[in-house]
């Protein structure tokens, strides 16, 4: 398995962790309670700036690994890309639990949402200078 994509984007103080079926890395600056799906903020890339290599493996519909690194703390989620994944929003990456699909879904069928990830790393990412790096491992 080697490196498709690096993702970095950064805490926040609202970061929960809470959702149970999504994760979610955004190019917004900000977040709300609402957001409880979001680990990150201020992100480099979106489903549109993703590089065609890895667009193209993730639309093969094989296993991806997602590996979140955050002060040397780490944690991963299993998941599968589709042959329907659009990847086009500019704005989000969603890893989801289910097979729904629109325009922000990076990886369907994963076996963790923000509510999985290791407790210490959200507490990490409550802090604003926090950065998150998310690979894309296929």
Do not use: P
């Amino acid at each position: 398995m080697k490196e498709l994509e690096k993702i970095t984007s950064f805490g926040h103080e609202l970061v929960s962790g809470k959702h149970k079926t999504t994760v979610e890395i955004t190019k917004e600056n900000f977040l709300t309670k609402k957001g409880d799906c979001i680990i990150g903020i201020n992100a480099d890339k979106s489903c549109f700036d993703i590089d065609k290599k890895a667009k193209y493996y993730l639309k093969s519909g094989k296993k991806i690994l997602f590996e979140i690194e955050v002060n040397g703390k780490k944690d991963r989620i299993n998941a599968f890309g589709s042959k329907d994944l659009i990847l086009t929003n500019k704005n989000s990456i969603v890893i989801r639990k289910s097979s729904y699909i629109d325009d922000r879904t990076i990886a369907i069928k994963a076996d963790k949402a923000a509510c999985d990830i290791r407790r210490d790393i959200i507490e990490e990412l409550k802090n604003s200078n926090a950065k998150l790096i998310l690979r894309v491992i296929g």
